[in-house]
């Protein structure tokens, strides 16, 4: 006889696993990504999904995919970092500043790399030393670090630092598609596994979920989020370069928003701002790329860019009412 | 469960996304000419939509494809619309790139391609420059300033403010400083310690704060003559001058005659030079895109001194730029025009 106590019941056909799939943190988000591919692939015909057009959404979203992954850290461990954004952009006039002074790109590429760490390590003294509120301390930041790009680019504006050699290591493609976005997706993958197979994933989600518990436990909250923050700087630090090389150049517009665009697809992917815990980075990259595939369908159908923003507003209120469908707060 | 649900996200994509990339085709065959536009995309201004809609139906009239994309004001953007128009089996671009910052990779991706590249008013040395003669411009808007501040105030200003547009570069020094040159034309003895600037950006709202400061930082200062990179960055000062309720002794003279017509022109807007910047096309069109789509061979000239298409500037003051229709008119009206008509020809009420 069955115990019908022992365990809910299942439905017929559909495994434990299938169903987590279909239900879990980056189903939604899973669900929205193929939806926009199959909205691409019959509205703007077979050239969505050529190698070329992967290609070029592929370059474009190598910088929020990267950012995003270490964002994403800082998010699960309960604190969301607003100055990537501004980040990026005194990365990038950083690097190419020190560009156009004549560094070599790897010493000014470690220069700024080590900046942007500093300045992640004063956005962990004052949340994690002094308790700030995480969006008032990286507020600041936000504020600061553009001013400080802003001066660096100087009186014109921007800074020109357009390194050929850099520009076609950047748009190297492997396989037709750009190499940077592969490692940009590979990166993914090992934070992915990092969260979710690593004791150190589950520390970090312990954290983000209820630091009391997490402090009962034996885990140190104040390590776990100094780290998480260091690594947001050092992801917005990255891009940062990465952009500079791109562009071959650094101007005041160069990761302005940047914040706004990641961390809507990251919730569009599953993370929450205000509750740590919750998400997963192939869910963030997942919301970045369907966010970058709605924009590349308006483009090639001619339609004005501004209804991305329509898109990307809708598609975030749709994924919050779908966690609160899915539980909320209860569902992790 | 996130163990599992990575497995499963990335079975499902396994399942969908790559099986159909495979049957991915390649752009299709064409054998029409094909223009690309890539516009500013600056919720600023309604000229950077302008410029892509006569760009757009002259390119009809010439029988060819055409393609548009905004730049949206952002560099990053601009570039993936290089790279999207490669992509399109674009012929030539034409572009308004309000960010140049990211010019050169554009240059980059465009030469690599094979594909000539038309770039408005902001100078790149890959790209073929179609603009206005910025310093000629610069100069006949600050000689019409003088001519104000000379019957208004016998030459005798408290304050000359630059609004200036740094990003610009060059053609910044020129306009700007081209219409400081006007003024000291018709005025010379304005002594040195009354010119000031602050950087307008050349967008009324971004440059408000900046000008409000400089207002603030000189209490006394009753007469106040204005010249700047454009109408927007002229328009920052006066607004500013407006919300601390000093904007009656402000006499502005702008450039580019984007905020010069129509029903809400500003009172101390006294003048502009209009560039008729949505028509820009008809020039790019003429001097170097018909002629390589005839198969021509047509001299990269980037030099913004020397341009592949040089376009008139036209000084009015307010009551004359009166006699000018609005954009939406002077577009209807340019379009109905013979082929290579320019809107200098249609509309200056001072031609040359």
Known sequence: ?332 | MLRNTTTRTLAMMALSVPAILGLAGVAEAQDKFKLGMAVGGNTCCEWMKSQGDVARALAEKEGWDYVELSNNNDPATALKNAQIFVQEGVDAVIQFNGQPSSNPAISAVMKQAGVPIVTYDIADPGMYFVGIDNLAAGIAGGEGLGAIVKEKWACNPDLVISAEGAAAGIVNEWRTGGMRTGLKNVCPDIPAEKWVSFESQGDAAVGLPAARDLLAAHPDAKKIAVVGLNDGGVLALINAAEQLGRADEVIGWGQDGAFITGDNVNPHLAGSVFYFLEGYAVYAIKDVIKPIAEGKEVPLKADAGDPASKVQPCPVTAEQAKAVPDMAERVKQLLAAPAGTTEYELFCPNKG
């Not at chain 1, 993370?271 to 963030?284: A, D, H, Q, T």
């Open chain 1, 1 to 332: 006889m069955t115990d019908v106590t022992a365990a809910p019941a299942r439905r017929p056909g559909l495994s434990e696993d299938w169903r987590a799939a279909l239900t879990g943190s980056v189903a939604s988000i899973t669900l929205t990504f193929i939806v926009v591919v199959a909205i691409g692939w019959f509205w703007v015909g077979p050239k969505f999904l050529s190698f070329g057009n992967i290609s070029i959404i592929g370059t474009f979203v190598i910088v929020p995919l990267i950012v995003g992954a270490f964002a994403g850290f800082a998010l699960l461990s309960g604190v969301v970092d607003l100055s990537i954004g501004s980040m990026v952009g005194f990365s990038s006039a950083l690097f190419a500043l020190l560009l156009s002074l004549g560094w070599d790109p790897a010493s000014a590429g470690a220069v700024t790399l080590l900046a942007c760490l500093c300045f992640g390590g004063i956005n962990a003294i004052a949340i994690v030393g002094f308790g700030a509120e995480p969006i008032a301390a990286t507020l600041g930041m936000l504020v600061a670090l553009r001013g400080i790009a802003w001066v660096l680019l100087g009186s014109q504006g921007s800074i020109f630092a357009f390194n050929l050699d850099m520009f076609n290591l950047v748009s190297t493609t492997v396989g037709g598609l750009p190499l940077f976005f592969l490692l940009a997706i590979a990166l993914t993958l090992v934070a992915a596994l990092v969260v979710t197979k690593t004791r150190v994933g589950r520390h970090i989600r312990a954290v983000g979920g209820d630091d009391k518990a997490a402090a009962r436990a034996g885990i140190s909250v104040k390590k776990v989020r100094v780290a998480a923050l260091l690594l947001s700087a050092f992801g917005a630090g990255l891009g940062g370069i990465v952009y500079a090389a791109q562009l071959g150049s650094a101007a005041r517009a160069t990761g302005f928003g940047l914040e706004f665009q990641v961390y809507a697809a990251l919730m569009i992917g599953g993370y929450s701002i205000l509750r740590g815990g919750v998400g997963n980075p192939i869910g963030g990259a997942l919301g970045l790329l369907a966010v970058a595939g709605v924009s590349n369908i308006l483009d090639l159908k001619a339609i004005s860019p501004y209804f991305v923003n329509i898109i990307v507003g809708l598609l975030l209120l749709a994924a919050v009412l779908l966690d609160r469908i899915r539980g909320g707060d209860a569902y992790e």
